[in-house]
């Protein structure tokens, strides 16, 4: 809990920096957020790696597993779908390339961006890309602050799939821990890495 | 992506090899520091963006009720792989 609030308190703190403009402009380099990420899955994987529930893990693989995803993919966008009943402005497929982005603010907001700017204009394309970037960031938060709760509710499965993309690197020491199965880690690394191939197909599908 | 996957199974190789050494251990611990230092960096790209703050409570709302469907929608498919593949009970 106590590193949830540091996690939340660090998020917000980043936004009053931003906003206020107090803030060394080296946090702003593009590259930035890519190079911690790398940093963090060289992390994520030397504790893969060095625990010894590695061999268990890659023992219980099973075909299935690669099934996981798919339900994500089908859950999340039938769901999504509801959401064209309340705002009239968007198309189903607007809201399905929303949808898809799985947690992947980044990637999934440049994506609307440019393929959908190519179609409806610049300006409906940036205003998509700002709701997919905070819809996706929002997952994100769920899926990052929510992670004991939907493993309590609803098994070992639910937080990976809730988070999405992010299961199989900013999520995953924080599912691995309320689950308290290591044996969970490469179901959570392959469903990341098969929504991550996804999210540029189905946002070029559906824009 | 094929370079995420990359780090991810070089440090697992570091890890195997090497476990047990004070850098592993360290490196494993690092993710506390690395995790809110990207939410931070994250923070900071919004909170720099007026048009986005301005806009804020209207685009929002709309990514809230998005969000929250795919969130629902992933629970739901999540349980019924569960019930499908793992019978009533299993966890695994």
């Known amino acids: 809990m106590k590193e949830n609030l540091l996690m939340l308190a660090c998020f917000a703190g980043g936004i009053l920096c931003g906003f206020t403009g107090l803030f060394p402009d080296v946090l702003f380099h593009p590259s930035l957020p890519a190079v911690l990420l790398s940093v963090l899955m060289l992390q994520v994987g030397a504790g893969l790696g060095a625990g010894e529930d590695l061999q268990l893990a890659l023992r219980s693989f099973r075909l299935r597993m690669l099934l996981l995803p798919l339900f994500t993919i089908a859950g999340t966008l039938l769901f999504s779908a509801l959401a064209v009943l309340l705002f009239h402005s968007h198309s189903l497929a607007d809201i399905l390339a929303v949808g898809s982005g799985f947690g992947y603010y980044s990637l999934s907001s440049v994506l609307i961006a440019d393929l959908k700017g190519a179609s409806a204009g610049s300006c409906a394309a940036a205003e998509l890309a700002t709701v997919a970037l905070l819809a996706n960031v929002v997952r994100e938060m769920i899926a990052l602050f929510g992670t004991p709760l939907f493993s309590r509710w609803g098994g070992a499965f639910a937080p990976v799939s809730i988070a999405g993309i992010n299961s199989m690197d900013v999520c995953l020491p924080a599912i691995l821990r309320a689950t308290e199965d290591q044996t969970l880690a490469p179901v959570a690394v392959l469903h990341g890495i098969v929504l991550e191939m996804s999210v540029p197909l189905l946002i070029a599908f559906f824009c | ?92």
């Open chain 2, 1 to 92: 992506m094929f370079r995420m996957l990359f780090l991810l199974m070089l440090g697992m190789s570091v890890g195997y090899f090497l476990h047990g050494s004070a850098l592993v251990r360290h490196a494993a611990k690092g993710v506390r520091v690395t995790i809110p230092l990207l939410l931070f960096v994250f923070g900071a790209s919004i909170g720099a963006d007026g048009e986005l703050i301005a806009n804020i409570g209207f685009f929002g709302w709309q990514a809230l009720v998005i969000a929250l469907l795919g969130v629902v929608g992933s629970f739901v498919a999540a349980t019924l792989f569960r019930r499908i593949f793992y019978g009533k009970g299993g966890a695994k």
